[in-house]
């Protein structure tokens, strides 16, 4: 087991640098404030919708160039939000005899409403 020095931020054991720290200075903090942006985003659409969400931050290592040993290693940081969405609004449709969709029902008898002539005079009763 590796104990963090609280003092200067490090294992006790291989001297190594807390991952918070990396990610905040990758790309001179431009990944931090994505990622940030990101939960953040993520956060209102929780609230929003009372879903759950999930947000997964992937780091990526690749060996270093030609196999040498001294030779820089690329490091990238994906990130991925599943965000809750919305339930969509559905609408109620009957099916023809055809199986078509339609809006009024197939089997209902149409009433057919027509509207009285418009007259200009009025009878006295």
């Keep these: 087991m590796t104990a963090i020095q609280p003092e200067t931020g490090t294992d006790e054991q291989q ?3 807390p991952l918070a720290a990396f990610l905040a200075s990758h790309l001179n903090g431009r990944t931090d404030e994505e990622i940030s942006r990101e939960f953040h985003g993520l956060l209102d659409a929780v609230r929003a919708h009372g ?4 947000m997964t931050i992937t780091i990526v290592v690749d060996p270093p160039a030609n196999g040498v040993e001294s030779a820089p290693m690329p490091i990238g940081i994906e990130s991925a939000v599943k965000a809750p969405k919305p339930t969509p609004v559905k609408s109620l449709y009957f099916l023809d005899d055809e199986g078509q969709p339609v809006r009024e029902d197939p089997r209902q008898l149409a009433m057919d409403f027509r509207s009285a002539p418009a007259t200009q005079t009025f009878k006295d009763a």
Excluded at 51 to 54: A, D
Aim: aromatic share 0%; proline share 0%; hydrophobic share 15%.
């Design 51 to 54: 879903k759950k969400g999930s």
């Design 15 to 17: 001297g190594t640098a």
